[in-house]
């Protein structure tokens, strides 16, 4: 059973940054690893992942604002978010083992999320 364990969400105001990890308790390789987040009311949807050969996937709001990526001699996944604004304040959580980029479906494995509050 792979453990993720998501830290750095806070409370900031619109234009600020924030850094989020996600700790894993063993390496996972040759799949999607990826950050969703979820609104209150509404849908899970998926902010970004690093596909099995290390290429990365964005949706189209965090795309140019945030950045995905992974230091795997920690077993550690990064979202660096900038420019943030209202419309990111969310529960972001980190997934890893999935098929997809995007696509919350298959993804085997969740951490317990972390609340990002963006207030303008």
């Known amino acids: 059973q792979v453990q993720l364990v998501e830290s750095g969400g806070g409370s900031v105001q619109a234009g600020g940054s924030l850094r989020l990890s996600c700790e894993m308790s063993?390496?996972?390789?040759?799949?999607?690893i990826g950050w969703f987040r979820q609104g209150t009311g509404k849908e899970r949807e998926g902010v970004a992942c690093?596909?099995?050969?290390?290429?990365?996937g964005y949706s189209s709001s965090a795309k140019g604002r945030f950045t995905i990526s992974q230091d795997k001699s920690k077993n550690t996944l990064y979202l660096q978010m900038n420019s943030l604004n209202v419309d990111d304040t969310a529960m972001y959580y980190c997934?890893?083992?999935?098929?997809?980029?995007?696509?919350?479906?298959?993804?085997?494995?969740w951490g317990q999320g972390t609340q990002v509050t963006v207030s303008s």
């Open positions: 997934a890893a083992s999935g098929d997809a980029c995007l696509s919350d479906r298959n993804y085997r494995y």
């Open positions: 063993t390496s996972i390789y040759g799949t999607y």
């Open positions: 690093i596909k099995p050969r290390g290429s990365t």
